[in-house]
């Protein structure tokens, strides 16, 4: 099948990257919930070989994932999962969580479950890059975010640019403190987290 392919995971990679080499050097397996294409997912584990990166999404989207993990072949790069955050979550522990572009997708009650369930599949000090758009005291970062806000809940009522505090408290109910918050292009932001131990 012909690879499916998104502009902005070229534009992003490498800021994204410049994040991921600070703060998952010392890691060693990463869950990417909402792979989407599968760019990603090649790039930052061939530019991070020490990661067994595991991408994951819902049914659709694999065959397009499959499709760029074979032909990248990377030893560091296990089959995807099919990952849906109201489903069956994986069995296994991570020690990074990395997700693009997906709380503005899901529905609150969807973002609210995933945090929630994020310290079953996570190891004690593990740590939480997200990646996208947020609104900072409810207030949009730029002019460029307003409007993209309007296109979302034009697509979906249950889309909308998240609120970081709001984001900020489900994350430190599933145990998990802010250690930085990114400016990347685009007014996106890569905000991180790691876990507190028990």
């Known amino acids: 099948m012909e690879k499916p392919f998104a502009p902005s995971c070229e534009r992003n990679r490498e800021p994204i990257l410049d994040v991921l080499r600070r703060y998952c050097a010392d890691r060693e397996r990463v869950l990417e919930i909402g ?7 090649v790039h930052f584990a061939s530019a991070l070989p020490q990661l067994t990166w595991q991408s ?23 089959a995807p999962l099919e990952f849906d955050v109201s489903g069956k979550w994986p069995a296994e522990r991570y020690d990074a969580i990395f997700s693009a572009n997906t709380l ?18 996570t190891a004690p000090d593990a740590t939480l ?13 730029s002019d460029s975010n307003a409007a993209f806000d309007e296109w979302l809940k034009a697509r979906g009522a249950h889309m909308a640019i998240r609120d970081a505090e709001a984001v900020d408290t489900l994350a430190g109910s599933a145990g998990f403190d802010l250690i930085d918050d990114v400016a990347m292009p685009a007014n996106n932001r890569c905000r991180v987290w790691r876990r507190r131990h028990a």
């Open 35 to 41: 792979s989407g294409t599968g760019q990603h997912a």
């Open 56 to 78: 994951s999404d819902r049914a659709e989207n694999l065959p397009g994932i499959r499709a760029w993990l074979d032909e990248a072949a990377l030893p560091n790069t296990p």
């Open 129 to 141: 890059i997200v990646y996208g758009p947020f609104n900072y005291a409810g207030i949009y970062s």
């Open 104 to 121: 503005h997708i899901m529905a609150w009650p969807e973002v609210e479950h995933l945090f929630a369930h994020l310290p079953t599949i």
